[in-house]
């Protein structure tokens, strides 16, 4: 009896450092958001460091995200055109490749593309400067080291992701374009033309842009601070990086959820 | 890597990211209209009911596009929509071409149709067109029905089991 009491105590014990650990990591990555953005005003007056860290994880990125953009819209329009036809509607394939890419699928799988690509990349790099204590040697040397290393990142990540999902949507739509109009051949301009009436330039397209600023901002602070975050040790870094990106799909996709049931509640 | 060609990519990737930003408020999200170059004529044709027609949709003619839809607008005096058609210029159509507003299948989009007449006189720039035939509205050719079902139902004749939809709608 004195057991099982025990066991279940111990139980308990477990949930409760579980939850305290998360919140106690959810407050450190507060406080590292906040030292982070004070930080950056040296990063903003050197603007060399900055445009290293966006070939870094703009450009470097751009190929992939282009890519899928394509072959996604591609498959949007494909499949799309599967049920439309049983309607007769297929004239409203630009509605919906349109539609889907601007408002969820462009941010989102551009996000997620972005957090394995480059969110992984900026953790290990940092984790690894934490590992070789680069960054002790920084402090040492009265150069502080979320100034000097995370900032850059960080404002990279912030400044590259809603372009990319913004690149990722139009490349979706052209490829859209390419199977609707030039493959199965619907009217063009009925493509165009039902799009345009359909889509908001505010309702639609800068809610998807502020989707992809909230989704950038979250991603780029969880890939600096695990990086940052990391046990200094090979092992460490290797479980920092493959947190980075768990943690960075559940985000997008959570926030994802509470940002559309917001932005799009009167359409549902 | 080299600092210049680190600030080219760099440079490329900002400007294409803001030119695709730009791509999608302004052609997608038609932010503002964008004119395609000019290239034929344009005519006008009044219709009492557009029903969903809407601009740049197709004009066709024996089922060949022809042409698109310019701009609709309601005359305020005589409350017509006064649609305005593009036609390119290798398309000409004699005076008493009839316009109709025709669906293509029963839920898609609606597109302007141009039947020919007899008039050896062509359509010329910004003229209009005489004859024209509106949208069929699905809501008012149901209604009709409905209307005509019940007044037979009251009638006293034979309603051919059609009467539960009668009854739903007498007065």
């Given at each position: 009896?004195?057991?099982?009491?025990?066991?279940?105590?111990?139980?308990?014990?477990?949930?409760?450092?579980?939850?305290?650990?998360?919140?106690?990591?959810?407050?450190?990555?507060?406080?590292?958001?906040?030292?982070?953005i004070r930080a950056s005003g040296s990063t903003f007056l050197r603007p060399r460091l900055l445009i290293k860290e966006l070939y870094h994880a703009g450009v470097l990125s751009l190929i992939i995200v282009l890519m899928s953009?394509?072959?996604?819209?591609?498959?949007?329009?494909?499949?799309?055109?599967?049920?439309?036809?049983?309607?007769?509607?297929?004239e409203a394939m630009g509605v919906l490749v349109a539609l889907s890419l601007v408002r969820e699928?462009?941010?989102?799988?551009?996000?997620?593309?972005?957090?394995?690509?480059?969110?992984?990349?900026?953790?290990?790099?940092?984790g690894l400067m934490k590992t070789t204590e680069q960054l002790a040697a920084m402090e040492v040397m009265a150069v502080d080291p979320v100034a000097r290393v995370v900032a850059p990142r960080f404002w990279a990540g912030v400044i590259s992701l809603p372009l990319l999902a913004a690149l990722f949507s139009t490349l979706g739509i052209y490829g859209g374009y390419l199977v609707g109009v030039k493959l199965i051949g619907i009217d063009g301009g009925a493509f165009w033309g039902q799009m345009q009436a359909a889509v908001d330039w505010r309702y639609d397209v800068l809610n998807g842009v502020i989707k992809s600023i909230v989704f950038a901002v979250a991603v780029s602070l969880i890939a600096v601070f695990e990086g940052y975050d990391a046990t200094p040790t090979a092992e460490g870094v290797s479980a920092a990086t493959t947190r980075t990106v768990v943690t960075s799909a559940l985000v997008i996709l959570a926030l994802d959820f509470v940002l559309t049931v917001f932005m799009f509640r009167g359409s549902i | 890597m080299n600092k210049r060609t680190v600030d080219l990519w760099v440079g490329i990737f900002v400007a294409i990211g803001i030119a695709a930003l730009f791509f999608l408020a302004l052609k997608v999200g038609n932010l503002l209209n964008f004119k395609e170059e000019k290239n034929g004529y344009e005519v006008m044709v009044r219709f009492d009911n557009i029903g969903n027609l809407k601009a740049r949709a197709p004009v066709k003619s024996a089922g060949v596009v022809v042409g698109r839809v310019e701009r609709i607008r309601l005359d305020?005096?005589?409350?017509?929509?006064?649609?305005?058609?593009?036609?390119?210029?290798?398309?000409?159509?004699?005076?008493?071409?009839?316009?109709?507003?025709?669906?293509?299948g029963l839920l898609g989009e609606q597109f302007v149709g141009l039947e020919a007449g007899g008039d050896s006189v062509m359509l010329q720039d910004e003229e209009w067109i005489k004859?024209?035939?509106?949208?069929?509205?699905?809501?008012?050719?149901?209604?009709?029905?409905?209307?005509?079902?019940?007044?037979?139902?009251?009638?006293?004749?034979?309603?051919?089991?059609?009467?539960?939809?009668?009854?739903?709608?007498k007065p």
């Open positions: 009896m004195n057991g099982f009491v025990t066991g279940v105590a111990n139980w308990f014990i477990g949930i409760g450092e579980a939850t305290r650990g998360g919140i106690t990591r959810l407050g450190f990555a507060t406080r590292f958001l906040l030292a982070v953009g394509l072959f996604i819209g591609m498959v949007l329009a494909l499949q799309g055109y599967e049920t439309l036809v049983r309607f007769g509607a297929t699928l462009g941010p989102v799988v551009a996000g997620l593309l972005f957090a394995s690509r480059a969110g992984s990349a900026i953790t290990a790099e940092i | 305020p005096k005589t409350y017509e929509a006064t649609v305005r058609i593009h036609l390119e210029k290798n398309f000409q159509f004699p005076k008493d071409t009839i316009a109709t507003i025709f669906t293509s004859k024209s035939q509106s949208a069929i509205q699905i809501e008012k050719l149901i209604s009709q029905f409905l209307f005509n079902q019940a007044q037979s139902g009251s009638n006293g004749a034979p309603a051919n089991g059609n009467a539960p939809a009668a009854a739903g709608v």
